[in-house]
């Protein structure tokens, strides 16, 4: 019996360190290609360990962004692009969930009912299948390569809203009755007794949110058009052009190594938030 | 949603629904319609002229052999998405299940890929198989494989629905553990005291009981297949070579923003609600079993 879960264990083992360096290896060569000149890469003889380019290329990708054979948008810039959209996306749409939920939970009003219906259709069309109205409509409004055209469209989804209806449900009534005697108005309530119970959440909603703004793709490559607008994840596409075979890699493999490293540390750090909101919210 | 209210102020929930019922009408409602409006028209190019015509962009795009072509790959490239990254994320979880040394350090080292744009993944694969420079496009070609997904088809849906799939065997795989963990171990016991082997109680009590998870699994992983995928696509074959990459979203992408064939996509768009809307209901009839069975 002992003996037969020993080796067992021996199996899992062997299964997940396959699955771990499978998931590993395309981010590692990422990094080795990071740290050789443009010359090695483009012989196709790349070795496995790292070179000695390091700091110049990091150095060159982060203030110019631009080689001899790639012309691309300065990193400091592009992070800062996709930093700003992902937290004005993340800080955005929780607090416009926040304050729809809480009137659909704490109030009674005419029409309740219609907006909760209006809020949760949008589960069900996601941004792609309206993508060229979508495009229109923040064109009429002359949004485009403006952070309100990149955000606020992106923010349109029900599952914040469905979220925080959850949380706030579970919210004992007597506690707003209290404090309610206590003559606090309902804002009041709000920012004292809902907040501060509904932290957990919104934490790990943040993190959730962070991760799918950094990461958005399609939206922002039609909505910016001025390179100074681009954020990471769009500016390294764009790098890669059309003539794959020559060009400065190692400029772009270390832009995708920056990309790379803000969200896995988010997600890493947060590690526990992260996986209790995914299987809270969207189940 | 019953019982009474708490507060009872007569103006100030309209102004917290504002916000959110704002943005919902300007960028959800509007673009939907507009989108159904404009696929029953059709416009000169230069807008001069538009002229009602019914069912006549659907007909159209239904006898187009490439968008007739671009559902069928859609369909074979979500099946082998579906089905790898869903196998890959459950074999992990119930190796990672187990009570193993290290395996915090594990799940860990499994979940970052989550944190990771399905572009960012393609660049990655781009970098590995690119047939000239990549390590591994190298590696085929030494042993006598004619690796060039630029020019072969198969080898460019091959190379995407891998790049699509290593991204997404994190999400599947914290979904699925969740899934586990939430077993009793009771249960379990209880089987291998019945004379049940291990993998005797994987299928007949895990696996059963796992269902509501890759039910809900199935279908957002579909979703991903679908649309998320767009971004993995363009890093690496921008929908080529030919069509051979080529999916419903991406071929949306091209004619309605390379081609401006403006009404035609507006049918395409029609055409992804209704199947986005089929895929909610299933997950929606899905849920509502569940409620029964757990």
């Known amino acids: 019996m002992k003996r037969k879960r020993v080796s067992r264990n021996w199996f899992a083992h062997l299964v997940l360190i396959v699955g771990v360096a499978v998931l590993v290896f395309p981010v590692y060569m990422a990094f080795i290609g990071s740290t050789h000149d443009a010359a090695t890469i483009g012989r196709g003889r790349l070795p496995l360990t790292p070179g000695t380019h390091m700091a110049e290329n990091y150095v060159q990708a982060w203030a110019y962004g631009t080689g001899e054979r790639v012309s691309g948008t300065p990193v400091r810039i592009m992070m800062t692009n996709s930093l700003l959209m992902a937290v004005v996306i993340a800080v955005g749409k929780i607090t416009v969930s926040i304050l729809a939920a809480y009137a659909v939970v704490f109030f009674r009003f005419p029409l309740r009912m219609f907006f909760f219906w209006l809020i949760f259709i949008t589960l069900m069309l996601p941004l792609e299948v309206r993508i060229i109205p979508s495009y229109k409509v923040v064109a009429d409004l002359g949004l485009l390569n403006s952070l309100a055209g990149l955000t606020l469209p992106v923010m349109v989804s029900a599952t914040g809203t469905l979220l925080f209806r959850q949380v706030f449900l579970t919210i004992p009534k007597e506690l707003l009755d209290a404090a309610k005697i206590d003559g606090a108005g309902p804002m009041r309530c709000l920012w004292s007794i809902i907040l501060p119970l509904g932290r957990p959440s919104i934490a790990a909603l943040f993190v959730i949110l962070f991760v799918y703004g950094w990461n958005q793709y399609l939206w922002p490559l039609l909505i910016t058009t001025e390179k100074n607008m681009d954020t990471i994840v769009i500016g390294i596409v764009k790098m890669l052009g059309t003539s794959e075979s020559l060009m400065d890699w190692n400029l772009v493999m270390a832009t995708t190594v920056m990309a790379m490293a803000v969200p896995i540390v988010v997600v890493i750090l947060f590690q526990k938030w992260l996986v209790k909101g995914l299987v809270e919210t969207e189940k | 949603m019953k019982g009474e209210a708490t507060f009872s102020n007569k103006f100030l929930p309209y102004l917290l629904v504002a916000p959110q019922i704002i943005v919902t009408a300007v960028f959800f409602v509007w673009p939907a319609v507009q989108a159904i409006q404009q696929s029953v028209l059709r416009s000169d190019p230069f807008g001069f002229h538009t002229t009602f015509v019914g069912l006549a962009n659907f007909k159209a795009l239904f006898a187009d052999p490439y968008y007739l072509g671009a559902i069928r790959l859609t369909f074979v490239f979500s099946a082998a998405v579906v089905v790898a990254a869903l196998s890959a994320g459950l074999l992990l979880a119930v190796m990672a299940n187990r009570p193993l040394r290290g395996a915090n350090v594990y799940?860990?080292?499994?979940?970052?890929?989550?944190?990771?744009?399905?572009?960012?993944?393609?660049?990655?694969?781009?970098?590995?198989?690119?047939?000239?420079?990549?390590?591994?496009?190298?590696?085929?070609?030494?042993?006598?494989?004619?690796?060039?997904?630029?020019?072969?088809?198969?080898?460019?849906?091959?190379?995407?629905?891998?790049?699509?799939?290593?991204?997404?065997?994190?999400?599947?795989?914290?979904?699925?553990?969740?899934?586990?963990?939430?077993?009793?171990?009771?249960?379990?016991?209880?089987?291998?005291?019945?004379?049940?082997?291990?993998?005797?109680?994987?299928?007949?009590?895990?696996f059963p009981l796992l269902a509501p998870t890759t039910f809900f699994l199935v279908v957002m992983n579909t979703v991903y297949a679908f649309f998320d995928t767009f971004g993995a696509i363009d890093a690496l074959t921008k929908g080529g070579p030919g069509k051979a990459t080529e999916t419903m979203v991406y071929k949306l992408y091209v004619d309605g923003f390379k081609n401006f064939k403006i009404n035609s996509s507006a049918a395409q768009s029609v055409v992804l609600m209704v199947l986005v809307i089929l895929l909610t209901a299933f997950q929606f009839r899905f849920i509502e079993r569940r409620v029964h069975y757990v």
């Open chain 2, 107 to 206: 799940k860990t080292l499994l979940i970052w890929p989550y944190a990771l744009a399905p572009a960012i993944a393609g660049v990655l694969w781009l970098f590995l198989f690119q047939p000239s420079i990549g390590i591994l496009a190298r590696a085929l070609q030494s042993i006598g494989v004619h690796w060039n997904y630029t020019l072969n088809g198969g080898q460019a849906l091959l190379i995407v629905v891998l790049a699509s799939v290593w991204k997404q065997v994190s999400y599947n795989f914290i979904f699925f553990l969740a899934g586990l963990q939430a077993i009793p171990k009771s249960l379990i016991e209880a089987a291998k005291v019945d004379g049940a082997g291990s993998t005797r109680a994987f299928w007949s009590i895990v």
